[in-house]
């Protein structure tokens, strides 16, 4: 079953998201996400779905259940200037080294996905889950060009 | 929003049309269209025009597509990718790999409006 909330404090806007951890559920959190995307990232918000897709998908092809339990747990965090995704309980600290992208001139499917995480975001780290000892959080950060930035707040500007 | 995969055959050429967002809940179903049509002909086409989202699981089934393809010495082409499959094939870097047709398809009955 899938949860969502959304608050708002100050200038950070916060959505969050529980999803099965299955293949159906991917089309729901891109949905989840893109309307605060598309409002606070313009042109990079469609790198961006696809960065937070390919993360999740990272969960379902190769994290084992007894990390996350069988849910996806994304936060998205926008505050002016910067657009925080974070995926909980994302890995165990041994898996970190397995997380590669793959040789681009090879013409081969598998750590397409890792590329295009790396590629699209300005930072990317697993954090230790407060929560959960022995988890990692998947935390990845996009820098936004002012002008985007300031759509942070629903472009209340007059 | 779920992907629509459908087949058609214009001249001698085995067309995949497909619609909507290819995830990693969409590639495999991708991949077996295909795999099926390359069986059936050494001429294949996958038409990406309506496709509004692509992840690396579609890719890597398009790139499947062209391994088989080379491997049963068939052609193997996309077909007028949306200007997101586009960006993602050149994420990708795979761009140039790709036989990549943008001309539109004309079936044998295409332009018939009744």
């Given at each position: 079953m899938t949860g969502a909330d959304a608050t708002t404090s100050g200038q950070v806007e916060r959505r969050r998201i529980v999803a099965p951890k299955?293949?159906?559920?991917?089309?729901?959190?891109?949905?989840?996400?893109?309307?605060?995307?598309?409002?606070?990232?313009?042109?990079?918000?469609?790198?961006?779905?696809?960065?937070?897709?390919?993360?999740?998908?990272?969960?379902?092809?190769?994290?084992?259940?007894?990390?996350?339990?069988?849910?996806?747990?994304?936060?998205?965090?926008?505050?002016?200037?910067?657009?925080t995704i974070r995926i909980g309980k994302f890995c165990r600290p041994s898996d970190v080294a397995q997380i590669k992208p793959r040789d681009l001139p090879a013409v081969q499917p598998g750590g397409?996905?890792?590329?295009?995480?790396?590629?699209?975001?300005?930072?990317?780290?697993y954090i230790p889950d407060a929560e959960h000892p022995g988890a990692l959080d998947l935390v990845m950060e996009k820098q936004l060009p002012t002008a985007t930035a300031d759509r942070t707040k629903g472009g209340s500007k007059a | 929003m779920t992907a629509e995969i459908q087949r058609r055959e214009e001249g001698?050429?085995?067309?995949?049309?497909?619609?909507?967002?290819?995830?990693?809940?969409?590639?495999?179903?991708?991949?077996?269209?295909?795999?099926?049509?390359?069986?059936?002909?050494?001429?294949?086409?996958?038409?990406?025009?309506?496709?509004?989202?692509?992840?690396?699981?579609?890719?890597?089934?398009?790139?499947?597509?062209?391994?088989?393809a080379r491997h049963r010495h068939a052609r193997f082409a996309l077909l007028e990718p949306s200007q997101r499959v586009r960006a993602v094939l050149e994420l990708a870097q795979l761009d140039q790999v790709f036989n990549i047709e943008t001309e539109p398809s004309r079936g044998p009955t295409d332009g018939e409006i009744v």
């Open positions: 299955t293949t159906t559920a991917l089309a729901e959190i891109r949905a989840f996400a893109a309307p605060l995307l598309r409002r606070v990232a313009g042109a990079s918000a469609d790198d961006l779905i696809l960065a937070l897709d390919e993360s999740c998908s990272n969960i379902i092809k190769h994290r084992a259940e007894e990390i996350e339990g069988g849910r996806i747990e994304v936060t998205i965090e926008a505050a002016p200037g910067v657009i397409l996905g890792t590329h295009f995480v790396k590629h699209i975001m300005d930072r990317v780290a | 001698d050429r085995l067309i995949i049309h497909v619609e909507g967002e290819v995830d990693l809940d969409v590639a495999p179903r991708l991949w077996r269209e295909i795999e099926k049509a390359l069986r059936k002909s050494s001429n294949v086409g996958v038409e990406l025009c309506d496709v509004v989202y692509i992840d690396s699981s579609g890719v890597a089934a398009l790139v499947q597509g062209l391994k088989e």
